[in-house]
């Protein structure tokens, strides 16, 4: 399956991650409900959960590579410190 269009939605969720300090500052200081608020998800029960695991899967590669970055790498550094 190949995307046609940018879908800008994707994009918001990404700067609205950003804005908080970025996916290792979300989770680190668990405001992954509140980010599921502020992007305008129905409150439940796993909800943070359930979007730090899609954001991490989909669209943290692609953040990781626009700072010239890459999971191997970030995880290395991790280990290290």
């Known amino acids: 399956m190949f995307i046609t269009s940018l879908d800008y939605s994707v994009l918001w969720h990404l700067q609205e991650v950003q804005d908080e ?6 989770t680190r200081e668990k405001k992954w409900p509140k980010m599921a608020v502020r992007l305008c998800y129905q409150a439940s029960k796993n909800i943070g959960s359930t979007l730090r ?8 590669p692609f953040d990781l590579s626009m700072a010239g970055a890459t999971a191997d ?3 290395a550094q991790t280990l290290i410190c």
């Open 73 to 75: 790498t970030k995880v």
């Open 21 to 26: 300090g970025g996916f290792e500052a979300v």
């Open 53 to 60: 695991q899609h954001y991490e899967k989909t669209l943290y």
